[in-house]
Structure formats: C-alpha cells, structure tokens
C-alpha cells in the first residue's frame, strides 16, 4: 500500500532539485529533504521498530519540526501532533492517552509535558542551529548517522492509523481522533485539486504545523512546491514582509491574525501579485471582513470546512466564488466531490434547501473512531453519518451556510438566535475589532444574549449605541442584552476566539 508520504518521495524523485525548503538564507532542495526524511526514520525506527508505534513531535515550525514529522510517515509510525503553546497539563494528558514510544522535541519545549515511558529525541533550541540540539538522541545525529539508508516498509491496511490529533482537550478527558491512511490519502487529493496547487506554490508556514497548516505540507510538497519558513513568534508585519518578499503564493492563517493584518499602515501600497490561495481557517472571517480585504490581498481569500474527525476540505470555497456574488460571504462553498453533506432535524431527517440542520458528513475523509471511547465514537459516527454538532443550511447552488455549533445556538423568549448572526453585524459596527456573542442564563428570557467585544483604540464605543446599531438591522430579540468591553478576548493556542471561555467568564461575574 501507497503511504501518504510516497506522493513526496515520487516528487523529490522525479524533480530533486527543486527548491523544498526556504528558511531565510538556508534552502533544501526536494532531493536533499527526501534523504533527510528516510534518515529520521531510519533513526526512528532503529530506537522502536514496531509499525504504528505512536511518536510525538512537539516544536515550534522549524525545519527540524517538518523533517521529523515527514520522517514519522515514512517510518511506517503514528505522528501525536504536540503544540508547545498548549499548557503543560494538556499535552500531559495526550501523552498519558497516546503512550508514544517517542517523542521528538525541541530543546527548549521539554518542560511543556510529562514523557511518560517515551525515549525522548532532542531538536534544536529555537532559533538555534542543528548542531546545538545536544544530547546523544537528537535530529541532527539521526541525519548523520543514517544518511543514505532507506526505512523498512511495512505491510499496512488503508484503515490503519496514520496520525492522533486531539480534539476537545482544554478540559476533561481529551478525544484522540484516529485518522486513517485512508483519511489522508482523501484529504491531500482533495486539497491539491479543490486548490489546484502546482509546482509553482510557495507556501508561508506562518501558523502552527500542528493545526491547519499541517494539511497542506504533503500537498504542497508532493506537487513540487516549496515551504517557506518565517522568524518565530509570528507577527503580523512579519507575514506581510514575507507575502512581498518571497513571492508567497499559499499561506494559512486565521481570522484573527488576517485582522491584525489588515490594521498594519500602507498595506494597500504592498506587492501581493504572487498571492492565489490565502486560505482563511480555525473559525470563519465575518462577511464584512472577507469583502473589505479581498482586494487587499490579490482578491485570494479562500476557505474550506472540516473538524478533526473529518479534516480540512468537505467543502471548499474559491475567491472567484466570493467575488461573483457579496451573498455566498457568508458561505463556506460546496461539497467537495468525494464527501457527502446533508443536514438533518432533531430526529435523524433529511431536511430540504433552506433548511438550518445539523450537519451529518459521508465521506472517506470520517475518521476511524476516537481512541478508546467506543460509547463517543458510536454516538459521532451512526450508520456511516459522521454527526458534527454544526448547524447549516444548504442552498439550492449547493452553497453550505453555516451558522453555529448545536450547543452554542441560544433560545431566548423561545426563539433561537445563532451567534454567528449577531457577530456578523456586531462586526460591521466601525468601533469593534473583534466579538463573540454567547447566551446567559435570564430569568425573564431563559437566555439573554450577550456580547464581549474588544474596541479599536481611537473608536469611541458606548454600549446603548452598540445595542442599537444591532438592533436597527436584525430582529430586536437577537440583539445583545448586555454588551461587555474587555483588553483582549480569550483565545486558543492558534488565535481562534473561545465563545465557551468568554461565556465562562462573565457568567461567574
């Protein structure tokens, strides 16, 4: 059986001097990462030799962070994605649920969990070179010590498990999603062809691997295209400076980070010529937003929909789709052509056009189950549905509007609201950055809605205004009740907006 890797490997073979990797001065050419590749897996499988044994990688995007993790896939292994900016206690608990026998991590990441039973193999400090990693298990050893040789393959079923991400670990037990080689065989032909990504694609490796911009690594590089590294942390200025100067084409990146973006001076007067996919992900951009910053980037935002247990491309949405028509804003595209996407009552119906339902996905994109939670995985996948918990409607072009998770709807004096309505129209208002709209617990209303808003600097902002301004364009009962004005609203590890932490905080105050 093909691994996803091979589609790499077929590339660097048939073209391995093409540039891969561009990290300021430093580049590696698709031959050159190839045989870097094989040796960390080599290595990998020279300290375990079980197929699917279980690795971890935690780092920052690095080189040495993308060598490890395609060297996992060649190795015939398990990747465990380990994000160092989640919290000690929850990458802990990921290991504790995974039990890798490895765990690749930067130097300075090591004190960001608890290893278990796993061998540890050190990768460079960041910022740091290769050969300052230290340690007699390390990255750079692994390179030298095994160059030229080829990893063992391994009999393996398209059902077998090719990578453990987590979903839903902030709090509680964490769900590991087991995502199959069948999964990632689906995922990366969809994105090559929903994007039509070539061998002319550079893409900006602006945010988090682990996340999003993992999806596109395999893709981008089995079509002959290059990664182009960036200085850590990430700024916003710092994307721009790259989108100009290394004729960026690709990039990933979240609403929040496109926002601070678009408040940088003179970004009109910048060159984005190059741009073609700016593939909006992690939350959805408010309509406003998308129009207003079309044009600034090259008119190339572009977005698509999935979850962890059916990943990254079951619908699509191409800023040519955008541009024909201001309505499809609020779109996140079609059905991608190798998932089927329906929604449904609270009964288990089908629903018609124009209908809001919760949407249910069939489509070899579903993952394999979550790992060890039967009852969780029976109660997300029912007769090959796989159930997302989102609320949508479908249009008669086949165009998915989605509104909002089942559990974040709001029902306030018995009618409901879906916050991403009001946020839609909060965000319009000239003096709120950025919103989040949630429902408390109302003796007069059941819910009341509310809002917590971040306001620009030089933007008054009044609350009865802000109210008001809801008010005058949608129905009075889905304006806020209360609007709350706070520094800074509380985010995820990648930038996206947490309504459940914001609701959080002002229900116990």
């Known amino acids: ?18 540039i891969a990797i561009k990290d300021g001065d430093f580049t590696l050419s698709h ?28 780092g920052y995007n690095s080189v040495e962070y993308l060598t490890a993790f395609l060297g996992t896939l060649a190795a015939g292994k398990t990747w465990v994605p380990m994000n160092p900016r989640n919290g000690h206690e929850e ?20 004190d960001r969990f608890e290893a278990g039973d796993a061998t540890i193999v050190r990768g460079a400090p960041l910022g740091g070179p290769e050969h300052a990693c230290g340690g007699d298990l390390n990255v750079a050893a692994m390179m030298s010590d095994f160059a030229g040789k080829q990893p063992k393959r391994h009999e393996l079923s398209p059902d077998d498990v090719q990578a453990l991400k987590f979903t839903g670990g902030s709090s509680g037990r964490p769900k590991g999603v087991q995502q199959t080689y069948r999964v990632w065989h689906t995922c990366i032909d969809l994105m090559i062809r929903a994007f039509e ?6 893409n900006l490796l602006a945010a988090p691997m682990t996340h999003g911009t993992g999806t596109l690594l395999v893709p981008i590089l089995g079509q002959g295209g290059m990664h182009v590294f960036m200085p ?27 926002y601070m973006m678009m408040a940088e001076e003179d970004l009109t007067k910048r060159d984005f010529a190059s741009l073609k996919h700016v593939i909006i992900g992690g939350a959805a951009m408010r309509p406003s937003e998308i129009k207003r910053a079309l044009p600034m980037f090259n008119n190339a935002l572009e977005t698509c929909y999935g979850q962890t247990e059916v990943p990254q491309i079951v619908t699509v949405m191409r800023a040519r789709d955008w541009l024909e028509d201001d309505h499809k804003l609020s779109s996140c595209g079609k059905a991608t052509d190798r998932c089927e996407l329906r929604v449904i009552d609270k009964d288990g119906n089908f629903l018609g056009t124009g209908q809001a339902g919760e949407i249910v996905i069939r489509s070899e994109l579903v993952m394999k189950g979550y790992l060890d939670m039967p009852e969780a995985t029976a109660e997300t996948i029912k007769d090959g549905w796989l159930y997302t918990g989102d609320v949508a409607e479908i249009e008669e072009d086949g165009f998915v509007y989605i509104k909002d998770r089942i559990r974040d709807m709001i029902v306030t004096g018995g009618f409901n609201v879906y916050p991403s309505d009001v946020e839609a129209v909060l965000g319009q208002h000239p003096a709120i950055k950025e919103c989040v709209v949630f429902g408390l617990p109302d003796d007069k209303w059941g819910e009341a809605v509310q809002a917590a808003v971040e306001t620009h600097k030089d933007q008054p902002a009044d609350e009865a205004d802000i109210i008001q301004y809801v008010k005058s364009r949608l129905d009075s009962v889905k304006a ?11 985010r995820s590890p990648v930038g996206k907006v947490l309504r459940r932490e914001a609701k959080a905080q002002f229900q116990e105050s």
């Open 197 to 202: 990504l070539d061998e002319n694609d550079r």
């Open 91 to 110: 990458l802990s608990r990921m290991v504790e649920a995974t039990a890798p026998s490895i765990i690749v991590s930067d130097a300075n990441t090591m």
């Open 232 to 258: 850590q942390p990430t700024r916003p200025a710092g994307i721009i400076d790259a989108f100009e100067a290394d004729r960026i084409t690709t990039a990933f990146l979240p609403p929040t980070v496109i």
């Open 480 to 490: 806020p009740k209360r609007v709350h004005f706070v520094d800074e609203l509380p």
């Open 1 to 18: 059986m093909d691994l996803p890797i091979d589609i790499f490997f077929r590339a660097a073979a048939n073209a391995p001097d093409r």
């Open 31 to 58: 031959g050159e990462l190839a045989e870097r590749v094989n040796a960390v897996a080599c290595g990998l499988q020279d300290i375990d030799p079980t197929p699917q044994s279980r690795v971890g990688v935690c």
